[in-house]
Structures are given as C-alpha cells and as structure tokens.
C-alpha cells in the first residue's frame, strides 16, 4: 500500500525559498498511526527519497488532528537555476509514492 493510498491529503509547498513542507492528512487514526510506525517512514528514508541529508529532514506528528508535517530542504532555491517548481506544490509525489508495510 501507497502512502498516496491512507492519506485523504497528501500536498506540498514551499515554506520559504530554501524549505519544503509536505503535509499529510488522515481521516483515520489506524491509518495515521501506520504511516508513522512504517520502517520506511523515516529521516533517512525520506532524505533518500529527496536526496538531502537525513539531519535537515523532519517529521512532525499532530495527533490531535491526524497530521503529519514532513519538513525539508528544497535542493536549490525557489525560483532559482535549476527550479522546476517555483511553488514547491510537486514535490509530494516521492513521498506520495512511498510503500507502507502492513503492520
């Protein structure tokens, strides 16, 4: 299963020229606590997916809300050489894209 495949929203923006923020939104919890128990669900599995280093990524958990913000370096500027996506609103899709194991 995707992680595409548990999230009701899975978005990302830009958070600034030099950060991305990738959101995901659960409508249930079973599914936002699976997504957070994942092996692949992790600093360094996600840097992999980005190719940033794994110190510069975090994860951030909201359980209250069924939300995780998953925040990370852009690999150059917004806007800068290089760019092709100036809103950072594609850069979800390797995430988006990341097998969950079945717990």
């Known amino acids: 299963m995707r992680l595409y495949d548990l999230a009701r929203v899975c978005r990302s923006k830009n ?3 030099f950060t991305l923020t990738i959101d995901l939104m659960f409508e249930r ?7 957070l128990s994942a092996p692949a669900f992790t600093p360094e599995h996600i840097a992999e997916l980005y190719e940033v280093p794994p110190d510069n990524v975090q994860i951030k958990p909201f359980e209250r809300i069924l939300t995780v913000k998953v925040v990370l370096p852009r690999r150059c500027s917004s806007g800068g050489p ?5 809103y950072g609103c ?4 390797p995430l988006g894209d990341m097998v969950i194991d079945p717990q």
Do not use: I, M, N
């Open 29 to 35: 919890a079973e599914d936002y606590a699976k997504v």
């Open 90 to 93: 594609q850069q979800h899709f």
């Open 82 to 86: 290089g760019d092709t996506d100036v």
């Open 15 to 17: 958070a600034g020229p």
